[in-house]
C-alpha cells in the first residue's frame, strides 16, 4: 500500500495508479512560520485585534473565524489614492526564537508519510479587502485601476519575500495557500478582471516556491470558482482545496482531469453545524466519492485546513472515507491508518 503522500503523487498525475482515495488533509501536514507566528489574531471571542499590517480583525462568539473590520474608526484604507502613505509593509526579517518554533513543527512532520507544508494567508485578494473593506474594494477594481495595479505589485513582491524566507529556513515541499476568490455561486471578479489583477502575480509566487524545493500547491478558495480554472492552472496550482459542490465537481474532473486536482465537494453546511450527526457525515461522504474515481480528485470538507467549527466532523468524515475506501479497494482500515502519519487537526 502506498504511503498517503506517495498516493497524493499518483493523484497528481496525468497517468496515476492511486490506490484508494485521498482522505482530506491526510497527505499533508501544516507548519506555521513566522510569517504567522509573528502575526497577532485574535482567538474566540476576542475582539479588535491589530496584526503587523494594521488592519483590526475580531472574532466574536458565535461566529467561524476571525474577519477584518472596516468601520470608518479602523478601517486602514480610506481613500485608494492614498494607500502608499497609508500601507507599511511587516518585515520580512523573522527572529531566531520564532523560526526554532517552526523548525520544531516541521521536525515533528513524518516526512515519509506526509508533505511538510507551510502555511500563507491571507493571500493577495484577501489582504486588499482587509485593507479597505470588501464593497471599497471591488469598486476600486473597476475606477482605480492604476492604484490597485500598483498596490497588487507591492503586495507580491512582499509575498515573494516571505517565501524566499520560508524556503531558505524550513525548506517544505508544500505551500498552503489561502485566497477566497469566490461566493458560493460566482467569482468576485469577472474572469477577464481577475485575470488582469492577479494572474502574473500568483504565477510569480507559485514559480518562486515551485523551483525552490515546493512539490505541492495547495490553493484553498472555498467558493464557486468553475470558471477561473484555466487561470489556476495558468497559476501553477496543483491543488484547488474548497471547490463546493456549486462548482459541479464531477463535471470539472472531467474536464481537467490530470492538469489540476480538485480538493473538496463536501460543503461545510452539509456537516458543520449544531446538531450535527455521524449519519450527516457520513451521508456526506458518500456522495463525495459513490461515481467518482481517485484521479485528480480528493474528496474533503471545504474548509481551509484539517478541521471544522463543530468539534468532532471532520473525524468522523475521515472515519466514513477510510470505511469506504477499505470497501472499495480491498485494504484494511488499520493499513490506511498506518500509511498516513497522525492526523492533524488545526480547528
Known sequence: MLSAKDNLREVLKPDGHP???????EFMKVAFGPNILGNPMPTYGQLNVVNSWGVTYSYPEGTPGPFPLDTPDVV?????????????????EYPDELWEVSQGMMDAIDGDKAFKACFVAPGLFEQVHAFMGITEALVAYMTNEDEMADM??????????????LCSHLH????????????????????????????????QIYKYYHEHGVEVIVHHSDSYCANLIDYMIEMGIDIWQGCM????????????KGQITFMGNIDNKQVDFDGWTVEDCEKAALLAVEGM?????????????????????????IKAVDKYNAERFGHSVADIEAARDELQILF
Request: negative net charge; aromatic residues 14%; charged residues 30%.
Open 152 to 165: 497588487l505589485k507591492y503586495l507580491t513582491e512582499w509575498e515573494l519575500a516571505v517565501a524566499e524566507q
Open 245 to 256: 459542490r456549486s462548482n459541479n465537481v464531477p463535471e470539472l474532473v472531467d474536464k481537467y
Open 19 to 25: 490506490d484508494r482515495f485521498v482522505n482530506s488533509y
Open 76 to 92: 486602514l484604507i480610506d481613500d485608494i489614492e492614498d494607500w502608499k502613505e497609508k500601507l507599511k509593509a511587516p518585515p520580512t
Open 172 to 203: 517544505p515541499d508544500a505551500i498552503l495557500h489561502h485566497d477566497d476568490w469566490g461566493s458560493e455561486q460566482n467569482s468576485f471578479l469577472r474572469p477577464e478582471m481577475f485575470e488582469e489583477y492577479f494572474v502574473d502575480h500568483y504565477k
Open 293 to 317: 474515481e481517485p484521479n485528480s480528485y480528493i474528496p474533503s470538507i471545504t474548509q481551509g485546513g484539517p478541521g471544522s467549527v463543530y468539534p468532532g466532523t471532520y473525524m468522523e468524515l
